[in-house]
Structure formats: C-alpha cells, structure tokens
C-alpha cells in the first residue's frame, strides 16, 4: 500500500501482519485501506478488527563512533550483552524491564526493537545509555 506506505501479510488463519508503518497514526489509515482493498476483492472482512502492536522498531544514533571490542571488555560480565564479529557486525544489548533490544554498531548508530509502545522505548533507551555512559562511551 502507498499512502501510508505499508505492507501487509495475510496468513491462511485469518491473521495479518502490518509492517512498514512509520508513524503511530497511520495504523489505523493502514488497516482501512487494506480492509477496503479486501472487500473490493469480494473478500469478507470484520468491520472492526482486533489491533494490537507487537514491535516497534527505532534507530537511534549515539553521536560518535564506538569500539564495541572496548565496550565488550568493559560489559564482559553483563549476561545482556553479547558481540560475535564473525557472525554479527552489531553488540546486542538486552534489557529485561522494559523488554528492549539494542543493535550497536561500530558507527554508533543503533536500532532498537521489541517495545510495544514510545513510553518503553524511550525509557529502554534511557537504560542503555546510562549503562554506556557508565563505562565512559558516552
């Protein structure tokens, strides 16, 4: 779909999948236009379906360019975060509360998934950058 830009995946169970929306607002435009779309193909659709908002994802930039081997060394103790080079350019920084993944990259700039909603994100991003401000990155 072109306005919002959206795509959605519909599953033989009924279920869909909309991705690619970029603001919160649009969800709902999104859905009624797919909704349209369907029942102009004959496709029978519920009027008000059940929405929920399973991930969000962000990028956020830190400014400046990090060395993730230093940044590993100093958080080599912390089971949240992990960096494999061989296998993934990026350190993945988990944190439980809320639950928020962090994807690092040398660059310093970062995408951020798994919130449900801005409030977690923004105090997901809260949390890293206390914890890297911690070790001096920052």
Same mark, same amino acid.
């Given at each position: 779909?072109?306005?919002?830009?959206?795509?959605?995946?519909?599953?033989?169970?009924? &279920?869909?999948?909309?991705?690619?929306?970029? &603001?919160?607002?649009?969800? %709902?435009?999104?859905?009624?236009?797919?909704?349209?779309?369907?029942?102009?193909?004959?496709?029978?659709?519920? %009027?008000?379906?059940?929405?929920?908002?399973?991930?969000?994802?962000?990028?956020?930039?830190?400014?400046?360019?990090?060395?993730?081997?230093?940044?590993?060394?100093?958080?080599?103790?912390?089971?949240?975060?992990?960096?494999?080079?061989?296998?993934?350019?990026?350190?993945?920084? &988990?944190?439980?509360?809320?639950?928020?993944?962090?994807?690092?990259?040398?660059?310093?700039?970062?995408?951020?998934?798994?919130?449900?909603?801005?409030?977690?994100?923004?105090?997901?991003?809260?949390?890293?950058?206390?914890?890297?401000?911690?070790?001096?990155?920052?």
């Amino acid at each position: 779909m072109q306005d919002p830009k959206a795509v959605a995946l519909i599953f033989s169970s009924g &279920r869909i999948v909309l991705t690619g929306v970029t &603001r919160h607002e649009h969800i %709902d435009v999104s859905l009624h236009n797919l909704l349209d779309m369907l029942k102009k193909s004959g496709i029978t659709c519920m %009027d008000t379906p059940s929405v929920s908002v399973k991930n969000i994802v962000c990028t956020y930039n830190l400014g400046n360019e990090c060395n993730l081997v230093r940044i590993m060394a100093a958080l080599m103790d912390h089971e949240w975060v992990e960096y494999e080079p061989e296998s993934f350019p990026g350190l993945v920084c &988990r944190i439980t509360d809320p639950k928020i993944v962090f994807l690092l990259f040398s660059s310093g700039k970062t995408v951020v998934t798994g919130g449900t909603n801005m409030e977690d994100i923004r105090k997901g991003v809260g949390i890293f950058t206390q914890k890297l401000g911690s070790i001096g990155v920052l």
